[in-house]
């Protein structure tokens, strides 16, 4: 059973950065995409970021342009940098494979404050 760790998250002003990340037991995520997904309070959980197999990367319109997803094989890690936050950015942040294979972590609560 694979088991994802995020961590990373904060408080941090409009216009701050963080950086998450998530790592996974096992060897899976070298072999699936990998997706980064949110949950704000009162929402279901939406789609933020991919990153193929190959390196092709893929964001939601409203995150384009501010946040890069990344990731390292070697350490089964996979990565969100998060730049220009927003109070709307506000949410906990999940990973997992895209599509949706794994069991979910407890992901990382991310608060951005006006």
């Known amino acids: 059973q694979v088991h994802l760790v995020e961590s990373g998250g904060g408080l941090v002003q409009t216009g701050g950065s963080l950086r998450l990340s998530c790592a996974a037991s096992?060897?899976?995520?070298?072999?699936?995409?990998l997706g980064w997904y949110r949950q704000a309070p009162g929402k279901q959980r939406e789609w933020v970021a991919t990153?193929?197999?190959?390196?092709?990367?893929g964001y939601a319109d409203s995150v384009k342009g501010r946040f890069t997803i990344s990731r390292d094989n070697t350490k089964n890690t996979v990565y969100l940098q998060m730049n220009n936050l927003k109070p709307g950015d506000t949410a906990v942040y999940y990973c997992?494979?895209?599509?949706?294979?794994?069991?979910w972590g407890q992901g990382t609560q991310v608060t951005v404050s006006s």
């Open positions: 997992n494979a895209v599509p949706v294979q794994l069991d």
């Open positions: 096992g060897s899976i995520f070298s072999r699936v995409a």
């Open positions: 990153i193929a197999r190959s390196g092709t990367t």
